[in-house]
């Protein structure tokens, strides 16, 4: 029985990593099927949790430092481990240098979904009234909250909320106007609901 025709498990990958002989062939689809996969299943159902505009904009800011760089640093190994041999040409080393990065960042990217998930899971699952005047709207479909890009901004609890709303909601609303929705409040401090705007 080859090497690639054998069952892929962890013991035997890890014992390829410390050999240097990890395989392309035989070690990257199982890692995509077994933890790359899921993982970005599970980020993206998380960015459906109809969640306030700012945390998108708390999770852009340390994923950098959260999720990127030990994600670059995974990729990194894993180009290293699979190159016993570092005479290939200039234009190989290269690749094998920037490939962790790229594929590194957009799969941190990814991981703003679990912001999500621990701002719902860990928070409160009491009701809160969330509550303002209208003191900015915002309709550019596909805009920065992502959903269908009908956003009310509202100042509630001392600070501005970005909500994203139903169509017919947004319509009948003006700046000024007094907006209400029961949301609960998370474990990072920002506002969500279950029901999401994919429903709209």
């Known amino acids: 029985m080859t090497e690639a025709s054998r069952k892929w498990t ?6 390829r990593c ?3 002989t990890v ?8 890692l995509v099927f077994r933890v790359l996969l899921p993982w970005f299943i599970f980020c993206a159902l998380g960015l459906l949790i109809d969640t306030e505009g700012e945390l998108l904009k708390f999770a852009e800011r340390i994923v950098p430092l959260t999720s990127a760089l030990p994600l670059i ?4 190994l894993l180009s290293y481990w699979s190159t016993p041999k570092w005479s290939q040409g200039i234009k ?7 490939w ?3 594929v590194g960042v957009c799969y941190a990217y990814m991981t703003i979904g679990a912001f999500y998930w621990f701002n719902a899971l860990a928070g409160s699952q009491e009701a809160v009234l969330v509550h303002g005047p209208v003191i900015k709207m915002y309709d550019r479909v596909g805009g920065r909250y ?4 009908w956003y009310l901004y509202i100042t509630f609890d001392h600070r501005v909320v970005v909500l994203d709303v139903p169509r017919q909601d947004y319509e009948q609303i003006r700046v000024g106007d007094e907006y209400a929705v029961k949301m609960k409040r998370g474990a990072l401090g920002y506002f969500y609901r279950w029901s999401n705007s994919i429903l709209y």
């Open 10 to 15: 962890w013991a035997d990958f890890v014992q």
């Open 18 to 20: 410390r050999s240097r």
């Open 23 to 30: 395989s392309g062939e035989i070690d990257v689809n199982p």
């Open 73 to 76: 640093g995974f990729f990194g």
């Open 92 to 98: 190989f080393l290269v690749w094998k240098i920037v």
């Open 100 to 102: 962790p990065v790229v």
């Open 146 to 149: 992502g959903g269908h890009g």
